[in-house]
């Protein structure tokens, strides 16, 4: 098999990230560089909305340091391009066409953390029968290296020779479902979830309850889901990109404030990290024993306030208590994850009574889990949904495993 190792980007395209990269640390610096003295101001508020501004510079100058760290690793990424064995690129050739399907080029990527991915390019013509699903589970056979098709994928293959994505994909499953509840006279419901895979070895599992409720708390919470996405599938960790998502808000100096909770399964490692920011906590379901996954981070975009009368040292948050602290968990075949928003812990009343409906309830379908429970939810407060109420439950099983 031939090897070979190039740059993901030719010598230009990198020189010009790498500048831009550059332009963004030196304006990052240039924040820092502004004069913050307040000694010679005596007017309290004046004091609080300039030391509101410091903290926003900080959180600035930190974000665009990170987006120039990030460029430079993509400019700086090379990639291993492995030609796959010819007997069994022809065995696939052949194959293909019988369905329509015209290869003209086949190689294995390997990044250097270990990614690996077919990278094809084909046609259909009109008698085509393949979907690029079909032609994962053919890859995944002939190369024995269960593979998936990358979500950015047509589910056709086009009639113009294009490029197409096969991932591997991890030793496990994790089976999601949601369910969600408006608040009643609402049109609306201020929260917002998304579930989705970020790579064929990474699920995400978003949630944010939007201040307040309606079409106001929606729209918050949907450009917070938004930003997540983007910035996760620039490549940014499930951390850099909550922490993104949070200056952004404390930049904007809203008093409506929104939660973040948020999950990334490694569905090879089998393991979850969580990031919250003044969402609910998260519990994780081990047989009958719920552990529980804490939030402690206050909302997005949220700053300490100085009360007139108090020390001007209270007016602002240490850096460390805005940004996120990730919790990172192991999780077994079986165990079931559950993330909610505040109405349904108050609809209970009290944690204890979720839990044991958590605890004891039977989980083989992860949305029919998710159903059942806020239907378990809205009984307990006699039909009454004074919240928007969402739900979400995840059960992570191992491939091969058959769902009993």
Known sequence: ?????????????????????DAYRELA?????????????????????RKSLTESRKIMSLRLKELAERMEEVANESLTY???????????????????????????????????????TMRGQRNADYTTEDIAGVLTEIFSMPLVSAKENLFFVSDEYDTYIFESC??????????????????VSGDNCLIYDVTGTKRVCLLSDGAGSGE????????VLELME??????????????????LFVARGRDNLPTLDGCIIDLVEGSICFSKYGACDSYIRRGTRAERVE??????GFRLKEKLGESSDKSTVDLDDIYLRDNLYELNEGDAVLMI?????????????????????????????????????????????RDDMTIIVGRITSVNARHT
Do not use: W
């Open 170 to 187: 991890g030793r496990y499953i994790f089976q999601t479902g949601f369910a969600v509840a408006t608040k009643e006279n609402e049109r």
């Open 341 to 385: 928003s505040d109405g349904v812990l108050e609809c209970y009343g009290d944690e204890k009574s979720l839990l044991q409906t958590f605890s004891k309830m039977e989980i083989k379908d992860a949305e029919e889990a998710a159903n059942f429970l806020m239907q378990c939810t809205i009984r307990r407060c006699a039909g009454r949904i």
């Open 216 to 223: 106001n708390a929606c729209r918050d919470s949907e450009k």
């Open 82 to 120: 492995i030609a796959p064995n010819a007997r069994k690129v022809r065995i696939l050739k052949n194959g293909l066409a019988k369905h329509g399907i015209l290869l003209k080029e086949i190689y294995l990527l390997r990044k250097r953390k270990g990614d690996v991915r077919f990278v094809v």
């Open 230 to 247: 983007k910035y996760m599938d620039t490549g940014f960790t499930l951390e850099e990109a909550s922490a993104m998502v949070n200056g």
């Open 1 to 21: 098999m031939g090897k070979q190792e190039a740059n993901l980007l030719p010598a230009f395209g990198r020189k010009r990230i790498l500048l831009l990269a």
């Open 295 to 300: 939030n402690k981070n206050y909302p997005l």
């Open 29 to 49: 610096y240039s924040f820092q560089g502004i004069d913050d003295s307040l000694s010679d101001i005596s007017d309290r508020r004046e004091v609080i909305y």
